[in-house]
């Protein structure tokens, strides 16, 4: 498989973490952008002789990306080229629409000379990517569905980014009532406080890894 296939295979990646951030304040295609800068710079940098699983390193650098955004403003740096290509993209997606096909992100890129990468890009720098393969009045569900095994996966590999957020306390905290599963009253002999303190630190902690999740 080809750099090019290999990255637009792992776009539904992108709009399943993308999809988390939604209503927070910045528009879908910015999300989008930042993620499709994640999956490529894990791609650049994935050592696949280290036996991860590509999405197991990939996921936390696409949310990394995405949190960026939301730390340096809400705004994706956009180039003037990006920009251009965005309009002549958005010509191209109707050209082949018009053409009764369903235009998926190769075929443009295809037709515009540039690589898969660059065509998201330009795609989500003046189009929603949904309107490529979905109706504009449905903005609520995801672009491309996702199985319940790539979803699960997908929790699981965004809780492990979150916990490694945490500040080494909470971490512990967590991980001996989730992990170990140990009583509130076991972990807080072993962290050295008491039953009620461990309750209102462990609500607190939860309720920060669901805003993040969401």
Known sequence: MSRDEFIESNLPLVHSLANRFRGRGIEYDELFAAGSMGLVKAYDNFDDTRGLCFSTYAVPV?????RRLFRDGGTVKVSRSIKELSLRAA????????LGKEPRISDIAESL???????AEAIAAGVPPLSLSQSSDDESAPEIPVSSGEERLIDRLALRQCLTELQDSDRRL?????DKELTQ??????????QVQVSRRERKIL??????MI
Request: proline residues 0%; charged residues 30%; neutral net charge.
């Open 62 to 66: 696409i949310l990394g990306e995405i």
């Open 91 to 98: 010509r191209e997606r109707d050209r082949l629409a018009s």
């Open 113 to 119: 000379g540039v690589s898969v990468e660059t065509a």
């Open 174 to 178: 967590i991980l001996l009532r989730y």
């Open 185 to 194: 009253c076991q972990t807080a002999a072993l962290l050295g406080m008491t």
């Open 207 to 212: 309720a920060e890894l669901r805003e993040k």
